[in-house]
């Protein structure tokens, strides 16, 4: 049976409607960080997604070919990740004037046998299969990274996305009842400094999330997306919705 890390990890994928704490380890990814409307056709968000499940399924289905990484099993590709910024101050998924003006990095764990070099490989056989998605591939778009979020709180939001305000206000008050205090980077609208419509820098965003299994100075609103909007009604959608949070000073 294909290991499932939806299954194994429940408590970091099967949150409660009711807010918990959790401790978050060290995990890799295949992330692409971007800026602009997530419903754009065919804009920055849809050409981060066609990357990310690309190269996460030329690995999983390289079970089928001549080549496997070492220490491959077979598994189910983990759900589609993302953390969110925009504007001013310290972004918490609430009051979203202008979608266009959101800033995110998309992901997608990976299994640690996902090494730099089976990333390589992996990204030059997605390259040969889609052409389409070379350019990017060669651009660097698409990075593996490695990180841990560290001490978190999460809740499960279920219906459309638009209406997680509500859920969120239950986390900050659990926030407030707990002695915590969120631990979301501020720094104009991008947590490295720079303006997230103007000069946005991907690599920069990436580079500060890298911290090689350790938690990075930039944490930030994040959500773990368990059903797919293009199959599911918006009232059935399941988010993860988590907060990195700290011991109010």
């Not at 077979?74 to 990740?81: F, I, K, N, R, S």
């Not at 998309?106 to 350019?135: H, N, W, Y």
Request: hydrophobic share 40%; net charge negative; proline share 7%.
């Amino acid at each position: 049976m294909a290991f499932d890390f939806k299954k194994e990890y429940r408590d970091l994928y099967q949150a409660k409607a009711k807010p918990m704490r959790v401790e978050v380890p060290a995990m890799t990814f295949a992330a692409v960080a971007g800026t602009g409307d997530p419903n754009e056709e065919g804009g920055a968000y849809s050409q981060a997604l066609a990357l990310l499940y690309g190269f996460s399924y030329s690995v999983k289905m390289a079970k089928m070919g001549s080549w496997q990484p070492e220490g491959y099993f077979d598994y189910v590709v983990p759900p589609l990740e993302g953390l969110w910024w925009s504007g001013a101050g310290a972004f918490s998924g609430t009051a979203i004037v202008d979608k266009g003006a959101l800033s995110w990095v998309s992901l997608i764990r990976q299994p640690d046998f996902v090494t730099p070099e089976v990333f390589a490989r992996a990204c030059a056989m997605l390259a040969e299969k889609k052409p389409e998605l070379a350019g990017a591939l060669d651009r660097g778009d698409m990075r593996l990274i490695r990180f841990a979020e560290g001490p978190c709180v999460q809740i499960m939001h279920r219906g459309p996305y638009d209406d997680e305000p509500a859920t969120i206000a239950k986390l900050a008050s659990f926030v407030e009842e707990e002695g915590l205090e969120t631990d979301i980077a501020e720094g104009g609208e991008s947590p490295v400094g720079h303006r997230a419509t103007g000069a946005f820098d991907a690599a920069a965003v990436l580079d500060a999330l890298d911290a090689h299994g350790g938690v990075p100075s930039v944490r930030l609103h994040h959500e773990i997306y368990l059903g797919d909007p293009r199959r599911t009604k918006p009232e059935n959608l399941k988010t993860v919705i988590r907060h990195p949070v700290r011991v109010r000073a």
